[in-house]
């Protein structure tokens, strides 16, 4: 019942405290719990949680597109201090999907 019923869903699990602040439907994304993704949503907005790959590594983040400089960042939400990440043209950069769930660690 925790999984919506669509295909392309995928689970992984958080590693880290950089959305220790995030809040999807109420609950926040903190280290070892199970974060559900939609690899098949493609319409990514300001403020949506996603899975970004960045030089072959798996971030997860809320996406922000500043319009004024036309380019992405990639935004903590913790109780920790970390820097945006700046995606500058040609990166090794993808969005592998937007953030749809999560399961609390047990």
Do not use: C, W
Request: zero cysteines.
């Amino acid at each position: 019942d925790m999984v919506p019923r669509k295909s392309g869903i995928f689970a992984l699990r958080a590693s880290g405290n950089s959305l220790n602040r995030a809040k999807l439907k109420g609950k926040n994304i903190e280290d070892g719990d199970m974060v559900l993704i939609d690899s098949e949503d493609r319409n990514i907005k300001d403020g949506d949680y996603v899975l970004s790959i960045i030089g072959g590594a798996a971030n997860l983040k809320r996406y922000k597109f500043d319009h004024k400089l036309a380019q992405i960042m990639l935004l903590s939400e913790s109780t920790e201090t970390f820097k945006p990440i700046i995606i500058m043209p040609g990166d090794d950069f993808a969005i592998n999907g937007k953030v749809v769930g999560v399961i609390k660690r047990g």
